[in-house]
C-alpha cells in the first residue's frame, strides 16, 4: 500500500468483481462522477482495473474472484461502530496509477483519488474506507460527506483525512497532515480548555495549513475568537508549534 491510497471494506465474499465496478461506473448512480474503466484484464482472476477519472489513472486493486488487498491496521475510528471487526473484512484498495504515483499528495490527483472512492462506494455495501496516510477508518456516508463537500468548496476534512491525538502533556498533535505538507501540528494545551474546545481549534488549524502549504518562518495567526497565536517550525522542520497567548 505504501500509505498512500484507500482501502473500501466489505464483508467476506462481498466484494465487488471488474465487471461490476465497469457496470457500476456506467450505471445512473454514478451520473457525473466521469470516471470510466480505462483498462480491464482478460483474465478475471487478476482483480484489478485501471479507472480513469479528472485525466488521471488510478488503480482499483484486491477485486474477486482475485485475492483481498490486505486490510490495514486500524488506529482511528470515524463513526465505525466497535461491534464491526475490521480485520474479519475483505478490501479492495484504489491507488494512484504508475504515471502519477510520484504525484499522489498533489492536490488535483489527492481530490479526484477521494472523490473517485466516495463515488465508489455509495452505492455498494462497503463497511468500512481507510485513508492510508493517516490509518484512519471511517463510516462510508461519514467519509462520502466530508470528502463531497470538501470538494465542494468547505473546509478539509480534518477528522478523517487526517487525525489527531492527545499528548501526554495534555496538547494535541495531527496525524497525516504531513502527506499533504510535509509537517505535524501540535497544539499546546491551555488552562482550563477542554479537550472538544481544543480539538476544534486543531481542526481549524489543520483546514489553514492545506490551504497554505508548510511553514518556513513563524508566523502569527489569528484564532476564533480573536486570540493571538504563534506558529512555529521545528528545528527539523516536520513539526508545527502552535503556541497561544503571544
Known sequence: MGGKGISLLFAAGRRPSAGDIERLLLSSDMAGA??????????????WVELLASGLTFDLTGL?????????????????PA??????C????????????????????????VGLAANIALPLSVEAICWHPSQSFMEPQYFARVVLNWLSGEAFPALGLTAIEETDQGGFVSKGLAFFIGQEIQLEPLAGESSAEAVKLAVRLIDYMVRN????????????????????????GKLIWIWRGV
Open 90 to 113: 475483505e478490501a479492495i484498495t484504489l491507488m494512484p496509477g504508475q504515471h502519477i504515483a510520484s504525484g499522489v499528495a498533489i492536490m488535483p490527483v489527492v481530490r479526484a483519488m
Open 34 to 47: 466521469a470516471a470510466r474503466v480505462s483498462h480491464r484484464p482478460s483474465r478475471a482472476d487478476e482483480g
Open 83 to 88: 461491534s464491526l471487526t475490521l480485520h474479519e
Open 64 to 80: 474477486a474472484p482475485g485475492r483481498s488487498s490486505p486490510v490495514p491496521s486500524p488506529v482511528h475510528r470515524f463513526g465505525i
Open 213 to 236: 502549504g508548510p511553514l518556513r518562518e513563524p508566523r502569527e495567526l489569528e484564532g476564533p475568537n480573536g486570540e493571538r497565536m504563534l506558529a512555529e517550525p521545528s528545528h527539523h
